[in-house]
């Protein structure tokens, strides 16, 4: 491990890009060889700038050794370019992350058929439920979801995919312990528990614009393809793509109603020759021969076959109404009535939220102050009574439940 200290110190190099990260790499053979090079020796390596030059003669440790401390505090494990469990996907990109920090469990990559979801920060009502949808056949079908962890079609397929009991990756644009945005931080204890939260920017790393776009690059690398739901032409979700256009991986895009400018980047990656997919059992049957013991056909969710909830118009599906939805073997109907569960299958936490709810929609805060249970249990309580459709959320980060708790009169 005391190579590890020579790897924190190449990455924090500031100046040095990760392709010249593996220039140095493949030219001195370890970060530790490159740490005692001269100057001299680092004008021998093609394609360093001065400004990379200057940065590699700082050999001051102060800061690899900060991390790694801050690092075994967290229990964030730190994952090198040189480790044996390093993903293939990813290393052979042109500039993969020589560090990469990891909080929850790093799934094996290389025999998963991990997808990219990927779309726009405010969606449509269409676009949420397909992302939605399409995490969830994911995860049914032994997929896993690959993704940031903003708000809008991030979100949306992380939930579709944890109700689908599969595990979730979510790459960061700052420090595994940051939660950016703040609104998702009950997202990123569940993705940390159910998967892992990955980042290139060591704990604490504020997040800045700058780094999402390079951020994109271990999105698509991590991932047999890129599926974009709703985006424009010129969004984060384009960058992605092209991302993943230089990685050779599949592209595949959600079709969208002509004439929205959230349909744009879906329509135009469409002309341009991706697969057209209304779901991820789509995506699913195009690895289907490469990954055959990881896939499974068991029956799909009906909610999410049948349409998006909260429906408006002809896009949006059926009348919520008239649905209903599989929750482990139980099937609720989803009737004029809330409908009545019963609570052998949740937490004294989620029944006493539901309880609370019974009364009308309330914020999180109000939960706190009637329940008397602390913020952080609520909030997870919360996000897991979402993910199986027991409570929705209105704006305002107002909640209301969806269900009643059965009670002997309703046996």
Wanted: charged share 25%; hydrophobic share 40%.
């Amino acid at each position: 491990m005391a190579s590890l200290k020579y790897w924190l110190w190449l990455s924090t190099r500031r100046g040095v890009r990760p392709e010249q990260a593996g220039r140095l790499l493949e030219h001195f053979g370890t970060p530790e060889q490159a740490y005692y090079a001269d100057e001299e020796a680092y004008g021998m390596v093609e394609g360093l700038t001065p400004a990379a030059r200057t940065a590699l003669l700082d050999k001051s440790l102060a800061r690899a050794n900060a991390i790694w401390g801050e690092c075994d505090r967290l229990g964030v494990r730190i994952l090198t370019l040189g480790d044996a469990d390093y993903p293939d996907r990813l290393k052979n990109i042109y500039d993969p992350p020589i560090v990469l920090y990891v909080r929850g469990r790093l799934p094996a990559f290389d025999e998963e058929i991990a997808v990219a979801v990927v779309g726009s920060r405010r969606p449509s009502a269409y676009g949420r439920w397909m992302a939605g949808k399409i995490g969830l056949e994911l995860a049914t079908h032994g997929g896993m979801v690959v993704s940031g962890i903003a708000q809008g079609l991030d979100t949306e397929a992380l939930k579709g995919s944890l109700r689908g009991g599969g595990a979730v990756v979510s790459v960061l644009g700052c420090g595994v312990d940051v939660h950016y945005p703040r609104e998702n931080r009950w997202l990123y204890e569940d993705v940390a528990a159910h998967g892992a939260l990955i980042s290139e920017y060591p704990p604490g790393t504020q997040p800045e614009s700058w780094f999402f776009p390079i951020r994109n690059r271990i999105i698509s690398g991590l991932s047999l393809g890129v599926v974009a739901v709703e985006c424009g032409l010129k969004s984060g979700t384009m960058s992605t793509v092209r991302q993943a256009l230089d990685q050779d991986r599949d592209i595949f895009a959600v079709p969208g109603p002509v004439g929205s400018l959230l349909s744009e980047g879906p329509i135009r990656l469409l002309q341009q020759g991706a697969k057209a997919v209304t779901g991820g059992l789509d995506i699913i049957r195009e690895y289907a021969d490469r990954y055959p013991g990881r896939v499974r056909f068991p029956h799909t969710v009906q909610e999410q076959e049948e349409g998006p909830q909260a429906a408006k118009g002809p896009l949006d599906g059926p009348d919520p109404q008239k649905m209903t939805e599989t929750v482990g073997e139980k099937v609720i109907d989803k009737g004029p009535q809330q409908a009545y569960i019963d609570r052998s299958d949740l937490t004294d936490d989620q029944i006493d939220l539901l309880l609370a709810l019974e009364d009308g929609k309330r914020t999180a805060e109000e939960l706190v102050d009637l329940t008397q249970i602390p913020a952080r249990r609520v909030l997870s309580a919360l996000t897991m009574l979402q993910i199986q459709g027991h409570v929705i959320e209105h704006p305002g980060r107002r909640f209301e439940a969806a269900v009643r708790l059965r009670t002997g009169e309703e046996m």
